[in-house]
């Protein structure tokens, strides 16, 4: 018989590890200032083309590497960082598998020059899809330039999963910022299409790095914090508990050096919050952990981001610990290196005509027995609200109500988020909603890395009623907003809009849709969940869900309303079977 089973060749090997360690340009980014950190460079310029899809160059003034190293780093599990099994519970760099850059050259075309200190000359090498076409020495300064093209131009199918240029850039900033918040001896520059994003310089302590990074607004707001407990370390900054955020990319967790996801310390951070920040919101926290390497398995995830302790308990403990009086401490204001200004693009914000009908609803949503009982749903409710009795507000976030059939529960923000969210739609169909322009302008302020997109999206909430002007380095000046959202905090609304968008924007690619955009304001101006309501205000709501049309889903499809009738409450309590 046939032998059916053979060993893969090494390209094809190479090119399914690059699929676990390359997902996106992102990816390249970051290993490649990996390794240049662990090569212990001290100015590292990181140069992007198009959102990395075309050109990414990371070069760094660390050890280099002498010709023969030069090859052997191609090749798969070539390392210098580690030699032996037992070292892997020793791990002090940044790298040890011996992957990225056999991974990173099956996917695209690379070019590395590099030179030890004392070599007279470098050596230039230039592979394609992983194989080496030509190696050269030539003169070149100490350390690493490695340069990588046309990625994923042999795997179409990785490349069909890429994003728009701003979303893939907005992926590499995001790696960038990550590193260059835990190396402050560092030298970072980055710029996109020959525009310099920024210019860090090294800094002189661990804040200083940190508000050049997430802005001065944030740098305000940052209290030190500092736990020892046995061989665990912790050393952070975390915002005060006036301040937050709608999402959690402000959450930057280190451990020895590398930027980990975790669930425990993340749990322990939103513990150390609990009843010192709203719902739903989160705050900014830095905090680098320091433990013993033979503690920690940093073998787990194949981009290195995710880490296992040896005694999770204890790190938990240690991260809650950090909150118990933080209070104390506020950073002192810095004044951070000036940004140069720069031009943008705008994409203008395409109005695309809707396909769904704002009052109907998907089946999996709708509450009841099915699709064709809507119509009378809708009746049911139209007749049946002014007979409504509101019993009362339940955990602050749904209204309680007794029908003539049974008990109606409405979700207060979604039945809300719905109704602001029509109301915008309308105007916008009518040429604009009604402006309300705000008697005292306020000031919002974004970090220098956010402000790349904040400028492009000013004209589009433009057009949205929103009159919003830069005003100094990284603040807009707020003049005017929708008058849907007045007597609502103007500045909060704004920040969360902007960070929202950039949130989508850097997951999914922002939709450049007027239905996206309008659902983000009127989630921010609708009633929140945990708002105490007076029964007027619960009153009002229904009124205004009656006059908007009935629905029962807020713009995202989740229910705005559900009613359990008498004969479900009878089966429930086993009155009837
Ligand atoms: N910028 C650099 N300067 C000096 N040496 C480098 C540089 N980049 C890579 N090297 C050398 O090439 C080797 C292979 O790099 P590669 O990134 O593939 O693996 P690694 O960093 O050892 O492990 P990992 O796959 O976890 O990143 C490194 O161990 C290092 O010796
Ligand atoms: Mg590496």
Redesign the pocket.
């Known amino acids: 018989m046939a032998q059916k089973i053979h060993i893969l060749p090494g390209e094809v090997v190479n090119r399914i590890a690059a699929g676990e360690v390359v997902e996106r340009p992102a990816s390249v980014v970051k ?1 490649l200032i ?3 950190i ?2 212990r460079g001290t100015e590292i310029s990181i140069l992007i083309d198009d959102g990395g899809l075309r050109r990414i160059r990371v070069i ?1 003034n ?4 002498g010709r023969t ?1 030069a090859l052997t ?1 191609f090749q798969r599990y ?4 580690i030699k032996a099994s037992d070292d892997l519970g020793m791990i002090q760099t940044l ?8 991974s990173i050259a099956s996917v695209s075309r690379v070019k590395m020059i ?1 030179k030890e200190e004392q070599s007279l000359s470098g050596v230039e090498i230039r592979l394609e899809g992983g194989g080496v076409k030509e190696i050269r020495d030539v003169g070149c300064p100490r350390g ?1 330039d ?1 340069l990588v093209e046309d990625l994923f131009f042999n795997t179409p199918a990785r490349r069909k999963f890429l994003r728009a240029v701003s979303t893939e850039f907005s992926h590499i900033m995001e790696a960038v910022v990550r590193i260059a918040m835990a190396y402050r001896g560092v030298h970072f520059k980055l710029f996109h299409n020959e525009k310099r994003i920024f210019d860090l310089p090294t800094a002189k302590d661990r804040s200083v790095r940190i508000g050049s990074l997430l802005g001065n607004e944030v740098h305000r707001v940052l209290h030190q914090v500092k736990v020892k407990i046995e061989k665990l370390e912790i050393e952070g900054y975390v915002s005060e508990p006036g301040f937050s955020r709608p999402n959690a990319r402000g959450i930057y967790v280190y451990v020895n050096g590398r930027f980990v996801r975790d669930r425990t310390i993340h749990h322990a951070v939103m513990e150390g919050y609990r009843n010192r920040i709203a719902k739903d919101r989160y705050p900014v926290v830095v905090l680098f952990l320091q433990v013993p390497p033979w503690s920690l398995d940093v073998n787990v995830h194949p981009t ?1 981001s995710e880490v296992r302790f040896g005694s999770p308990g204890l790190i938990h403990q240690g991260v809650i610990e950090l909150f118990h009086d933080f209070e104390s401490t506020p950073v002192k204001p810095f004044e951070p290196e000036p940004i140069p200004a720069r031009e943008f693009s705008i994409p203008p914000l395409a109005v695309k005509e809707s396909t769904t009908d704002y009052n109907s609803v998907s089946q999996a949503s709708r509450p009841g027995r099915g699709p064709d009982d809507e119509g009378s749903r809708v009746e049911l409710f139209e007749e049946t609200l002014s007979s409504l009795r509101i019993l009362g507000q339940l955990d602050q976030t749904y209204i309680v109500c007794e029908s003539p059939r049974g008990l109606l529960l409405v979700d207060q923000h979604a039945a809300h988020e719905r109704i602001v969210f029509h109301r915008l739609k309308q105007a916008v169909d009518r040429g604009g909603p009604q402006v309300q322009r705000l008697l005292l302008p306020e000031t919002v302020e974004f970090s220098p890395l956010e402000w790349d997109a904040v400028e492009r999206y000013l004209p589009q909430l433009a057009g949205l009623g929103f009159d919003l002007e830069p005003f100094g380095r990284n603040t807009v000046v707020i003049r005017s907003v929708p008058s849907i959202l007045s007597g609502k905090d103007c500045s909060q609304i704004v920040s969360d809009l902007l960070r929202d968008l950039i949130e989508q924007e850097a997951r999914s690619g922002i939709d450049k849709n007027i239905e996206a955009v309008l659902k983000v304001i009127a989630c921010h101006g609708a009633i929140r969940s945990g708002q105490p309501l007076s029964k007027e205000e619960m009153r009002t709501l229904l009124e205004e869900m009656k006059e908007e049309g009935f629905f029962y889903t807020c713009p995202h499809g989740r229910p705005a309303c559900r009613e359990i009738d008498t004969l479900q409450l009878e089966k429930m309590f086993m009155r009837k079977s």
């Open positions: 290993e990996e390794n240049a662990d090569a760094d660390g050890t280099g590497m190293d780093a070539a390392t210098s960082k790298g040890f598998r011996g992957e990225a850059l056999p590099t690493t490695v290195k």
